[in-house]
């Protein structure tokens, strides 16, 4: 199995376009945030869906240091997985995603009911947990919320297209789930797996 983008090249930096955050004249500041567009050939027999998720596996382990002015958090500071987008139960007939199909712009408190291919379920990603303290973007965020990396981090982030192709209709997950529960809901039954990656960062000094 194969997935592509048209949206950006295979480990080259996405545009802003794609993203939550972008360097404003003011600093930083939210985007447009539209999902990428997405296709996918070369799918095993015996696929009855497909489940999506949107991994950046560099996002910094020290939250106080995040946008802290007057430090940079640095490259080999130790590091764990955000997830920007979980949606299962994608029909099997289904191969495309179209840019801006299922996310355009920042919704305060998070979209509530995200658009997606008829049958499929949208997840929580993580800016639920990220904005859990903050009063006036505090909810359930559901579907795509693109990359906002944090605008003193010195390492390039990267963000994971991961496209699984399962042997059943409907995955076994909570009703308010997440990405670590697609990831342990698919184990035992996928069938074929295809990733695609982006980078980005807000870090002036950062290239890639």
């Known amino acids: 199995m194969r997935i592509t983008s048209e949206s950006f090249e295979h480990g080259q930096r ?3 376009e794609y993203a939550a955050g972008q360097r ?3 600093g930083v500041g939210f985007a447009a945030n539209r999902n990428p567009q997405l296709r996918w050939d070369d799918v095993p ?3 009855k869906s497909f489940a999506l998720l949107v991994i950046d596996p560099d996002v910094p382990t020290v939250a106080e240091m995040v946008g802290k002015e007057g430090v940079e958090i640095p490259v080999d500071q130790p590091r764990t997985e955000f997830f920007h987008w979980a949606m299962v139960d994608i029909p ?3 191969r495309e995603i179209a840019a801006g199909a ?3 712009g920042v919704v305060p408190r998070g979209k509530a009911a995200p658009d997606g291919p008829a049958g499929s379920r949208q997840g929580l990603n993580s800016y639920t947990g990220w904005f859990a303290g903050d009063a006036s973007m505090a909810g359930d965020w559901r ?3 693109g990359p906002f990396p944090p605008p003193n981090d ?4 990267r963000y994971f297209f991961r496209l699984f192709a399962l042997d059943v209709e409907r995955l076994d997950v909570p009703d308010r789930f997440e990405g670590t529960d697609v990831l342990r809901a698919v184990q035992g039954h996928v069938l074929a797996e295809a990733a695609v990656y982006g980078t980005y960062s807000l870090h002036p000094g950062v290239t890639g």
């Open 14 to 16: 996405l545009s802003a």
């Open 24 to 26: 404003t004249a003011d």
């Open 45 to 47: 027999d015996g696929t």
């Open 92 to 94: 099997a007939d289904v």
């Open 102 to 104: 299922y996310s355009d």
């Open 143 to 145: 579907g795509y919320d």
């Open 154 to 157: 010195l390492r390039l982030h």
